[in-house]
Nanobody, 126 residues
């Protein structure tokens, strides 16, 4: 059974940091691109960052570049998103997803993802 389980969300003040974790089971990371998406109320789901489970290449949305860092631990089947300098506009439900596409296409095409977690809420207060 394939499962993706996110954790690490919470309430943080603007300028603070959070580290999200995604625990995966039932498939091998080396065959997938792992991504973080987010969706704020009333807005479309958007790609945040992706990392290749095969070669480790990464891609970020412009809005988070320089503030967020994605990382992957293939041995533990874990994906992380370190979020620093958080802004109120980062408030959203964050989802972990797995895609068979390369990192750039996976980031921009959320419907292409094969597997999704249930999400974790991140709230940034001003």
């Amino acid at each position: 059974e394939v499962q993706l389980v996110e954790s690490g969300g919470g309430l943080v003040q603007a300028g603070g940091s959070l580290r999200l974790s995604c625990a995966a089971s039932g498939f091998s990371f080396d065959d997938y691109t792992m991504c973080w998406f987010r969706q704020a109320p009333g807005k479309e789901r958007e790609g945040v960052s992706c990392v290749s489970g095969n070669d480790g290449n990464v891609v970020y949305a412009f809005s988070v570049m320089g503030r967020f860092t994605i990382s992957i631990d293939n041995a533990k089947n874990m994906v992380y998103l370190q979020m620093n300098s958080l802004k109120p506009e980062d408030t959203a439900v964050y989802y972990c997803a797995a895609s068979k596409l390369g990192i750039a296409l996976a980031l921009g095409t959320d419907i292409s993802s094969n597997y999704w977690g249930q999400g974790t809420q991140v709230t940034v207060s001003s």
